[in-house]
């Protein structure tokens, strides 16, 4: 007996389960538990409609389109929190929350907020819409002179890859500043690409504008292809997620490091050049995108350890436990629509924490943190004598 | 339902903007285009009214740096036909002349709706839409901010200072100038945009005779000068910082 296949046209969850496989290690959506530890883990999890765990089983409900109705998942910063905690290891993050993402941007279900940083991103190459032509100005006034590979067109050993906070931001440019003294005071061959810089698209990615990511890392990809230099630096976790992990797959592949692995390589070399001690209890914030998403912890404490008169404390969350700022995932450009939706900021908490440790220093090492944390510090009355400082700032304090 | 957006690119202000030689235009060398804001909004309208009752859009651009860029992109957001109109638009084109390069190609469309951006920045001065109303016989509304059609009638919103409304109604065809489409611009992932620039074909008309007399000639342009009352501080943070205090303390606010 023959029995007639009967003909059946995917559901949008079966579609969108069967595309979610594909994800590297995407087959691990199978092994889902339901244990709900990435809801509890989520800093936001507990205001969403559908927190992660919650999605899956709607997935295999076959429910996801009550999924998509909802806006809550514009919540999620990105931070691996999830996918760090999950027993079965599912890619919750890079899978299942940016595919998410991506079908809501495909269907124009955008924050307004959002629309303007990813529109700003498309068109001037950074998401803060200021003028490409403007990105070395931050250069100004330093000695030696910051070499910019289209204009000075000579062959460096390091390509810094400054990143659109340090280039535009007026408090994160004092992160790029101190990064351009500690490298002038080591003496290292380094260039810059000024102008012809494009964002590096990895939170645009992450926030679900797949294809602008793949634009702007095409654009990166094509400048990179014309200057000499033997790898990549960069100010950014996000900018080195995206370098390393990212864009090999779009044919654009180079040896990359976040500037604390180069510093922490170069300890050596740094020690005898501190000149003044900085007499501070310093606490460390580890950024989603160096800590849980690629494993670099100890770099960064090195540095500080190796800071006259520094004594450092951690926070309760710290390592792969560490807490988001509140800025990946498009959060940084989704301030006001979380705001409403939490009345809370992941900032705040943060530096509550901070207090806490005793320290009187907030360490970091992603650009998106120095404005985000001391905009938290603000509105915490306790917080008044935390300052923040990026760890290349505190080495070129001690220069 | 057909309904024409012409559009145009504008400059950027992302870029300070400076003054050329002559001393009565800007100078084009680092200019940047970009869509008219209003007319970015007369697109979103014309995608609402074809959402809502069905239609054909078709979007209208000079041949300028940038257009394809945006006429893709509003392909994405779907618009049906694409048009780019060629002529000599070097430098500033006055809206008698544009108005005048549109119409045969605007009369071969047919349209029911004309919309318009009700005005653009770079020259101030919000006729196109009345001049095309004018050469095609058909009324027109100017900023307008709310459309629905019937068959041969549109009912036009219009926004009033001192918080009052208006609905218009006029008969079709018509020309409008759209001061705000009934919702934001709504944004388009890249990679659809990407994928009409595979797909969709731009279509090009030749103006027959651009004649482009009829505007405004801009005898000086300039930056505006320093009024003689005003007081230029200048030096960094601190030393502004110091100046404003002590002035504040000369006229008795501190």
Request: charged letters at 20%; aromatic letters at 8%.
């Amino acid at each position: 007996m023959v029995i007639a296949e009967i003909s059946h046209t995917p559901s949008f969850s079966e579609t969108f389960l069967t595309n979610l496989y594909k994800v590297e290690n995407g087959e691990r959506f199978r092994a889902c538990l339901q244990c709900g530890s990435c809801s509890g883990v989520c800093p936001f999890g507990y205001l969403m409609d559908y927190p992660p765990g919650r999605m899956i089983a709607g997935l295999r409900a076959d429910e996801f389109d009550l999924v998509m109705d909802t806006d809550t998942v514009w919540m999620c910063v990105s931070c691996y929190a999830c996918a760090q905690i999950c027993p079965s290891k599912i890619p919750i993050t890079a899978g299942l929350m940016t595919r998410t993402k991506e079908e809501l941007i495909l269907a124009g279900n955008v924050p307004s907020e959002l629309q303007n940083a990813l529109e700003n991103s498309q068109r001037y190459g950074n998401p803060l819409g200021e003028s490409p032509r403007k990105r070395a100005d931050w250069t100004t006034g330093i000695q030696p002179p910051v070499t910019i590979l289209g204009r000075d067109r000579r062959p460096v050993d390091v390509l810094w890859f400054v990143g659109d906070y340090p280039s535009y931001h007026p408090r994160v440019q004092l992160v790029a500043k101190s990064l351009a003294k500690i490298f002038n005071a080591l003496g290292i061959s380094y260039g810059i690409l000024g102008p012809e810089e494009n964002s590096d698209g990895d939170t645009q990615r992450l926030a679900g504008e797949r294809g602008l990511f793949e634009m702007l890392a095409e654009k990166n990809g094509r400048i990179f292809s014309r200057y000499q230099f033997n790898k990549i630096i960069t100010s950014d976790p996000h900018a080195y997620n995206a370098i390393k992990n990212e864009y090999p797959e779009l044919g654009v592949s180079y040896p990359v490091q976040h500037y604390t692995q180069f510093l922490a390589e170069r300890i050596d070399q740094l020690k005898p050049l501190y000149k003044s001690e900085i007499n501070a209890t310093v606490t460390y914030h580890d950024p989603c995108y160096l800590g849980r998403a690629n494993n670099i912890f100890e770099e960064p404490r090195l540095l500080l350890e190796s800071l006259p008169g520094v004594k450092v404390v951690e926070m309760p969350h710290n390592l792969s436990t560490s807490l988001c700022c509140g800025g990946g995932g498009g959060g940084m450009w989704l301030d006001g629509f979380q705001w409403e939706k939490a009345h809370v900021r992941l900032s705040e908490w943060r530096v509550r924490e901070a207090l806490t440790s005793g320290a009187n220093i907030l360490a970091v090492a992603c650009p998106y943190e120095p404005p985000r944390f001391e905009d938290a510090i603000k509105t915490i009355k306790e917080a008044a004598s935390l300052s923040v400082k990026d760890i290349a700032e505190l080495i070129s304090d001690a220069l | 339902m057909k309904i024409v957006v012409p559009v145009k690119l504008i400059p950027d202000l992302v870029d300070e903007l400076t003054i050329d030689a002559t001393g009565a235009a800007l100078d084009t060398t680092w200019l940047r285009l970009i869509i008219n804001e209003f007319d970015d909004h007369a697109i979103e309208q014309a995608i609402i009214l074809k959402e809502r009752s069905g239609g054909h859009v078709t979007v209208i651009s000079p041949n300028v740096e940038g257009v394809e860029d945006m006429l893709f992109t509003a392909s994405a957001k779907g618009a049906d036909k694409l048009v780019k109109l060629n002529g000599n638009f070097d430098g500033s084109v006055n809206n008698h002349a544009l108005a005048r390069g549109l119409l045969p190609l605007v009369q071969e469309l047919q349209p029911d709706l004309v919309l318009v951006g009700v005005q653009a920045h770079n020259d101030m001065d919000g006729t196109l839409g009345a001049l095309l109303a004018e050469y095609l016989h058909v009324p027109y509304v100017g900023y307008v901010s709310g459309v629905s059609v019937t068959s041969n009638q549109a009912i036009i919103r219009k926004e009033y200072p001192g918080g009052l409304v208006a609905e218009i109604e006029i008969a079709l065809p018509a020309v409008l100038g759209i001061q705000a489409s009934e919702q934001p611009p709504r944004y388009v992932a890249i990679s659809k945009v990407r994928q009409m620039m595979k797909t969709v074909s731009i279509d090009e008309y030749e103006i027959p005779v651009f004649e482009t007399h009829g505007g405004a000639t801009v005898s000086r342009m300039y930056q505006p000068e320093v009024a003689e009352k005003a007081t230029m501080i200048s030096g960094d943070v601190d030393e502004t910082a110091n100046k404003l205090i002590d002035i504040f303390k000369e006229i008795g606010v501190l």
